[in-house]
C-alpha cells in the first residue's frame, strides 16, 4: 500500500458508512437505548461513529469503572470480548450485551488457563500479574490484573519481588525498565496490531514533522518507544497531549480509532497516525467488528449477551478488584 502523505488520516474504505444511513442508525439507537434503559459504553479504539452513539468512550479501566457507577441493568459493551467478560465479572448482577461475536482479541487468545498453569508451575512462588487484555479464566488464575494505565504501580504495590507478568511482552519489558527492584518474568505474547509497528516507521514521520511530539503506548516495541517523548495508555494520552501545550503534531503510535477522540478535544492540534500508512497497519479488525449496524442490532434484540461461569467469575473479580484499588500510574 502506498504511504500517502502523513497529513491524511482515513480510516480504511470498508469501515465507512454511507453518510445518510449513519444519521438514521445513530438516531435509531440512542432511542432505543434510552427507551431500553441501556448504557453505551464505547473504547477508544472502536469505529469513531460508535464512539459517537456512547455515553462514555474510555479504556478498559474507565468502562469498567462506569459500568459500576451508572445505575442502568442493560451495558452495551462496544469493545471487543474480553473486555464485556471484565464488565460482566465485575456487574454480576447487570446484563452485558456485546454488540459482535467476532470482536476478540488476539493478545487474549494467547494465553489460556492451562497455558498459565504450565508456566506457573515452571515458575512457582511468583506472583502473577495479568493484563486486563486476558479471558475471564487466566484472570482466575491470577493474583492481580492491570491495564496499561495502571502497570507499574500494580507492579510496585506487590509485596513480592519475584512476580510472573502475562500476557504482552512488549507491556511487560517496559514496565520491568520502570521497576527494576523487581524481578519479572515476562509471558511473550503480543498485540499485533502494536506489534507490527517499527521504529523506522516513527522515525521517517519525525523525519517529515521533526517538530512532532511522539505518544506511544506501551504494546508498541522497544524501538518504538525508544523515539517516544511519552508513553502511555490511550486515556493517558489525552494528558500527554496537555502536557505539550506548544506542540502544534503529535505522532500517535497506537490503534488509530483513538486519534477520533484527540481531535475532539484538541481540535486546533494535527493528530497522525504513527504507521505513515493512514492507519492501515495500526489497525485492529476485532476492535472494528461493531459497526452501527451491529449496535442496532444489539440494542434492538438484546444480542449477544455475555455470561461467565460464576465460579471463574469470582475468582477472577479477586484480581480485577485487586487492580481498582491501585490508582493509575499519572
Ligand atoms: O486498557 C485498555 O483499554 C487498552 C487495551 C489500551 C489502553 O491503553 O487504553
Redesign the pocket.
Known amino acids: 500500500m502506498s504511504t500517502g502523505t502523513l497529513e491524511r488520516i482515513a480510516p480504511p474504505a470498508y469501515a465507512q458508512v454511507d453518510e445518510e444511513r449513519e444519521v438514521s442508525l445513530k438516531q435509531e439507537i440512542r432511542s432505543l437505548a434510552s427507551e431500553r434503559q441501556a448504557i453505551i459504553l464505547a ?2 479504539y472502536q469505529l469513531p461513529e460508535v464512539q459517537d452513539v456512547a455515553d462514555f468512550v474510555g ?3 474507565g468502562l469498567a469503572l462506569e459500568a459500576q457507577r451508572d445505575p442502568r441493568q442493560t451495558i452495551v459493551f462496544c469493545g471487543v470480548h474480553f473486555m464485556a467478560e471484565s464488565a460482566k465479572i465485575l456487574n454480576p448482577g447487570k446484563r452485558v450485551l456485546l454488540p459482535s461475536l467476532a470482536a476478540g482479541c488476539s493478545l487474549s487468545d494467547s494465553i489460556t488457563a492451562d497455558s498459565l498453569e504450565d508456566w506457573k508451575q515452571r515458575y512457582p512462588g511468583r506472583a502473577v500479574v495479568t493484563y ?2 486476558s479471558s475471564a479464566e487466566v484472570k482466575a488464575q491470577s493474583d492481580i490484573c492491570c ?3 495502571n502497570a507499574v504501580s500494580v507492579i510496585r504495590s506487590l509485596s513480592q519481588r519475584k512476580i510472573l507478568f502475562t500476557p504482552d511482552r512488549n507491556l511487560g519489558r517496559w514496565v520491568a525498565r520502570q521497576v527494576p527492584e523487581k524481578d519479572i518474568v515476562i509471558y511473550d505474547g503480543c498485540c499485533p496490531t502494536h506489534d507490527v509497528l517499527r521504529g523506522s516507521d516513527v522515525g521517517a514521520g519525525k523525519r517529515e514533522r521533526p517538530d512532532a511530539v511522539v505518544i506511544a ?1 506501551p504494546e508498541c516495541r522497544e524501538d518504538v518507544l525508544a523515539l517516544a517523548d511519552e508513553i502511555c ?3 493517558g494520552m489525552h494528558a500527554a497531549v496537555a502536557r505539550h501545550p506548544e506542540a502544534k503534531t503529535f505522532l500517535i503510535a497506537t490503534e488509530w480509532g483513538l486519534v477520533h477522540q484527540l481531535k475532539k478535544r484538541f481540535p486546533d492540534k494535527t493528530f497522525i497516525v504513527a504507521d505513515g500508512c493512514i492507519g492501515c497497519r495500526l489497525h485492529c479488525p476485532y476492535m472494528k467488528m461493531n459497526d452501527l449496524e451491529a449496535v442496532l442490532r444489539c440494542v434492538r434484540e438484546d444480542r449477544f449477551e455475555i455470561r461467565v461461569d460464576p465460579a471463574v467469575a469470582s475468582r477472577a473479580r479477586i484480581a480485577l478488584e485487586r487492580m481498582m484499588a491501585v490508582p493509575r500510574d499519572r
Open positions: 473504547h477508544n479504556d478498559s479501566l486486563v487484555n491495564t496499561s494505565a503506548h495508555s490511550t486515556t
